[in-house]
């Protein structure tokens, strides 16, 4: 009899699969100007799910996306729990709404979505006691000027003198070397095509090490923006770089590809999230495609 529930329970429990918990809540209500500003998202969800984490931010204006970090992730009886923290920060004293982010769940090709919480923060800049008097500012203390280190500088430097006369004297006998010559400078499709080929030898994501992989393999494409466009690339995030493109004119191609590209290089880097061997080899396939859609094959012009 024992047996037969335990039977039927396991049947039942195949049937119906263990729901997936999401709430979200902030650090605090009230903030100064520029402090982060982090959205906490707690989580349960099967280990054959796995999170993608929002990939547009527009809705924050006129607060900024800063950054994703993962601060816990275990893994036990087919469930993952995870803690993880969402981040902004605003440059402007008021009352401002954090809006309800999609949060996905997928598996195969179902996806469930969650919306998080929406939250009022205060950023309020720094306060200014009026209570108190306004003082005058100190005029600079005035320090006499102490000749005594003339003493020993002055000798100082009439021995440096001689060194330098004996060492020019000694090594201006010598003959010239010969003037190497300059190397060429690669123009940014070059030095980009030669680093993707490198990487591609390197073999990272084929040994295990696929975050080094996506970083830098974006780190090539962001400095090939940088040099092609003359955009800050390398010290933007992947928001404020699909920005400098639109501005410059860039295709709407070039941006999509760019979009899902560092998009995807974000979910390894940040998320943690471990991808295909497929997506690994596209991501490459996509580099030399954003070089060769960008350039036409040739240098860009700037």
Same mark, same amino acid.
């Given at each position: 009899?024992?047996? #037969?529930?335990?039977?039927?329970? @396991?049947? %039942?429990?195949?049937?119906?699969?263990?729901?997936?918990?999401?709430? *979200?809540?902030?650090?605090?209500?009230?903030?100064?100007?520029?402090?982060?500003? *982090?959205?906490? #998202?707690?989580?349960?969800?099967?280990?054959?799910?796995?999170? =993608?984490?929002?990939?547009?931010?527009?809705?924050?204006?006129?607060?900024?996306?800063?950054?994703?970090?993962?601060?816990?992730?275990?893994?036990?009886?087919?469930?993952?729990?995870?803690?993880?923290?969402?981040v902004v920060a605003g440059y402007d004293s008021g009352l401002f709404t954090i809006p309800r982010l999609p949060f996905l769940f997928v598996k195969g090709n179902s996806t469930q979505t969650f919306l998080s919480d929406s939250f009022q923060v205060l950023i309020s800049t720094v306060a200014v006691d009026t209570s108190k008097d306004i003082r005058d500012i100190k005029a600079p203390e005035k320090i006499p000027f102490d000749y005594s280190f003339l003493l020993w500088l002055i000798p100082l430097l009439?021995?440096?003198?001689?060194?330098?006369?004996?060492? !020019?004297?000694?090594?201006?006998?010598?003959?010239?070397?010969?003037?190497? =010559?300059?190397?060429?400078? +690669?123009?940014?499709?070059?030095?980009?095509?030669?680093?993707?080929?490198?990487?591609?030898?390197?073999? +990272?994501?084929?040994?295990?090490?696929?975050?080094?992989?996506?970083?830098?393999?974006?780190?090539?494409?962001?400095?090939?923006?940088?040099?092609? !466009?003359?955009?800050?690339?390398?010290?933007?995030?992947?928001?404020?770089?699909?920005?400098?493109?639109?501005?410059?004119?860039?295709?709407? *191609? @070039?941006?999509?590809? *760019?979009?899902?590209?560092?998009?995807?290089?974000? +979910?390894?880097?940040?998320?943690?999230? %471990?991808?295909?061997?497929? +997506?690994?080899?596209?991501?490459?396939?996509?580099? !030399?495609?954003?070089?060769?859609?960008?350039?036409?094959?040739?240098?860009?012009?700037?």
């Amino acid at each position: 009899m024992i047996k #037969i529930a335990l039977f039927f329970l @396991i049947i %039942i429990s195949s049937l119906f699969p263990q729901e997936i918990q999401f709430k *979200t809540r902030v650090d605090s209500s009230s903030y100064l100007v520029g402090d982060p500003v *982090t959205l906490l #998202i707690d989580t349960k969800y099967p280990t054959d799910f796995r999170m =993608v984490f929002p990939s547009r931010y527009d809705s924050l204006a006129p607060l900024e996306y800063l950054y994703t970090d993962t601060l816990s992730l275990d893994e036990s009886a087919g469930q993952k729990s995870g803690k993880f923290a969402f981040v902004v920060a605003g440059y402007d004293s008021g009352l401002f709404t954090i809006p309800r982010l999609p949060f996905l769940f997928v598996k195969g090709n179902s996806t469930q979505t969650f919306l998080s919480d929406s939250f009022q923060v205060l950023i309020s800049t720094v306060a200014v006691d009026t209570s108190k008097d306004i003082r005058d500012i100190k005029a600079p203390e005035k320090i006499p000027f102490d000749y005594s280190f003339l003493l020993w500088l002055i000798p100082l430097l009439i021995l440096l003198g001689a060194l330098g006369y004996w060492l !020019y004297k000694r090594f201006s006998k010598r003959e010239k070397t010969a003037t190497p =010559v300059p190397q060429a400078v +690669l123009s940014p499709y070059e030095e980009a095509y030669s680093a993707l080929q490198s990487l591609e030898k390197k073999q +990272l994501w084929q040994s295990g090490q696929i975050k080094e992989f996506h970083s830098e393999i974006t780190g090539i494409i962001r400095n090939y923006f940088e040099r092609a !466009y003359t955009m800050p690339a390398l010290e933007s995030t992947s928001s404020e770089t699909l920005e400098f493109l639109k501005k410059k004119g860039v295709s709407h *191609t @070039i941006v999509s590809r *760019t979009e899902s590209f560092l998009k995807n290089a974000d +979910l390894v880097k940040f998320a943690k999230y %471990i991808p295909l061997s497929d +997506l690994n080899q596209k991501m490459m396939t996509t580099a !030399y495609d954003i070089l060769k859609e960008s350039s036409g094959g040739e240098e860009v012009l700037r």
